[in-house]
């Protein structure tokens, strides 16, 4: 019922920036909350951010806390995770997930969507 389309990733050197975006599609009137996680080669799938329906509450990893920030624009149906001072560890693939069962969460298995990932790669 519910499609997430990521968009954005790429190749960036260290210290640059990449703006994420997910696009959703099918439920666009349903209040939903939405995260954002990644899977390194090697590594389990992790949460980076996420943000709740109204935007008014976020929750960020430790890792990535002061270097990204996640918004939405429910008119458009996107959110949004802005990555500014890239550093090599943030190579992944990038996952947006849509959560209707309730408040904003960073577990994973609380998320009942997801989008196909984009990858993006810092280099050294």
């Known amino acids: 019922q519910v499609q997430l389309v990521e968009s954005g990733g790429g190749l960036v050197q260290a210290g640059g920036s990449l703006r994420l975006s997910c696009a959703a599609s099918?439920?666009?009137?349903?209040?939903?909350?939405m995260g954002w996680f990644r899977q390194a080669p090697g590594k389990e799938r992790e949460f980076v951010a996420a943000?709740?329906?109204?935007?008014?509450?976020?929750r960020y990893a430790d890792s990535v806390k002061g270097r990204f920030t996640v918004s939405r624009d429910n008119a458009e149906n996107t959110v949004y995770l802005q990555m500014n001072s890239l550093k090599p560890e943030d190579t992944a693939v990038y996952y947006c997930?849509?959560?209707?069962?309730?408040?904003?969460?960073?577990?994973?298995?609380?998320?009942?969507?997801w989008g196909q990932g984009t990858q993006v790669t810092v280099s050294s």
């Open positions: 997930a849509a959560n209707f069962q309730g408040g904003i969460t960073t577990t994973l298995r609380r998320y009942d969507y």
């Open positions: 099918g439920r666009t009137f349903s209040s939903y909350t």
């Open positions: 943000i709740s329906w109204s935007g008014g509450s976020t």
